[in-house]
């Protein structure tokens, strides 16, 4: 039931005791990509195509459901690149400040646990809610699935992505560890990537995605995890590992932020107009759709991923108002939501009310209900410590 969508990368980000060394730019970012991702659930309860744990609206050719459609298409395009790409950013720094032992104990901590409370508590109890809907008894459907040892990770696929990736970068740098302190490797790092990388890059990542969706198409779950979305994830991690020591994404040049934003506002419509003409030409539908799929996104993604890492840093000197409470809630709100939401959206499922006004209403009072369940629970030092 998982979605490859997304949990705020708060934990990828310095802890807490390290708030003088953070962005407040990024930090603003995830956080409302957080929120962002409880309006992506939202979207598939309310007729998006996805998985999810309820749906009240299945997929229909309405106009509500083609706008809920087409706004997860292009959040799935760039969001969890972008958490990806900060991920590697921050680990990068992560590793030289704590050393890799170091490193990899506090990724299983902080990753590690919160996958095992929600795969083992928190994702077979929303299992149970949203079974309710069908006429199971929620206690009744709960202890059949511990009975029969049930493990969900949902959403926090996101989580065991990240542990494998930093076990990876550990094995990495351990095995390469003389080639990236050669004074030429660390000249190489320090360069900015350039136009001409940013493109050739979108295309081999379109050409890696094509070899991974022909042994798992998309929605294909792999131990929980979508592989055929995975080449632009581990392509954006890299970058932002490779690109941590000279700063790129501090210090973006805004030439190169004002055309890839241009060049993904020019491929935004190109799926969407390729799908709609093979409604009409059924021979674009099928396997070009999918090459033309698997190419939109990088440079959808790239263009969008630049553009809101520059405007974030530029609007968010510091954080005010709720934005800190929020900022440090945002990994909390991302674990718990998915009972949030279904229980909001249970709550008034018999209710008539358009689809998109129930997708504001119930995404809307969802956030606010998961800011502030996240902090009574932050309340706690142990939980704190962790999350």
């Known amino acids: 039931m998982s979605t490859q969508n997304s949990l705020s990368v708060d934990l990828v980000a310095e802890s807490t005791q390290d708030s003088a060394l953070r962005n407040s730019g990024l930090d603003a970012l995830r956080a409302s990509l957080t929120l962002l991702v409880i309006f992506h659930h939202c979207a598939i309860t309310y007729g998006a195509i996805g998985g999810w744990y309820y749906h009240e609206v299945a997929p229909e050719k309405s106009l509500a459901s083609v706008v809920l459609v ?15 790409f900060l991920a590697g950013h921050y680990t990068s720094r992560s590793i030289e400040r704590k050393g890799p032992a170091r490193f990899l104990t506090d990724r299983f901590l902080r990753l590690g646990v919160p996958l095992l409370v929600y795969g083992l508590l928190i994702g077979p ?37 990240l542990l494998i990736f930093s076990v990876g970068t550990i094995l990495w740098n351990l095995a390469f560890r003389r080639r990236d302190a050669s004074p030429g490797n660390r000249a190489i790092q320090g360069k900015l990537p350039s136009d001409l990388m940013l493109g050739v890059g979108a295309v081999l990542t379109g050409v890696a995605a094509l070899a991974l969706r022909s042994f798992w198409r998309v929605g294909v779950n792999v131990w929980g995890l979508q592989l055929g979305y995975f080449s632009s994830y581990v392509v954006l991690y890299s970058a932002g ?50 090459v033309i799929y698997a190419f939109w996104e990088p440079f959808v993604a790239w263009g969008t991923i630049l553009f809101l890492l520059d405007g974030f840093q530029r609007h968010f000197h510091k954080l005010v108002g709720l934005w800190r409470p929020l900022c440090r809630r945002a ?36 956030c606010v209900l998961c800011y502030l369940t996240a902090g009574v629970l932050l309340r706690f030092p142990r939980l704190a410590s962790i999350l």
Not at 128 to 134: E, I
Not at 335 to 356: D, G, S
């Open 70 to 84: 087409l706004f997860c298409t292009i959040n799935q395009a760039y969001f969890m690149g972008l958490f990806f």
């Open 125 to 161: 109890v929303t299992i149970a809610l949203a079974q309710t809907s069908q006429g199971h008894t929620f206690v009744g459907t709960l202890s059949y699935l511990w009975h029969k040892g049930t493990f969900e990770s949902g959403p926090m696929w996101f989580a065991e992505a």
């Open 331 to 366: 990994y909390t709100i991302y674990i718990i939501h998915p009972p949030v939401l279904v229980a909001v959206a249970l709550t008034w499922r018999h209710v008539p009310a358009y689809p998109l006004v129930k997708f504001v209403a119930t995404g809307s009072l969802s």
């Open 241 to 290: 590992f490779a690109t941590a020591h000279a700063h790129w994404i501090e210090r973006l040049p805004k030439e190169q932020v004002r055309l890839w934003w241009r060049i993904a506002l020019i491929a935004l419509p190109i799926l969407p107009l390729v799908y709609f003409i093979g409604g009409h030409f059924p021979g674009l539908r099928g396997r070009p759709l999918s």
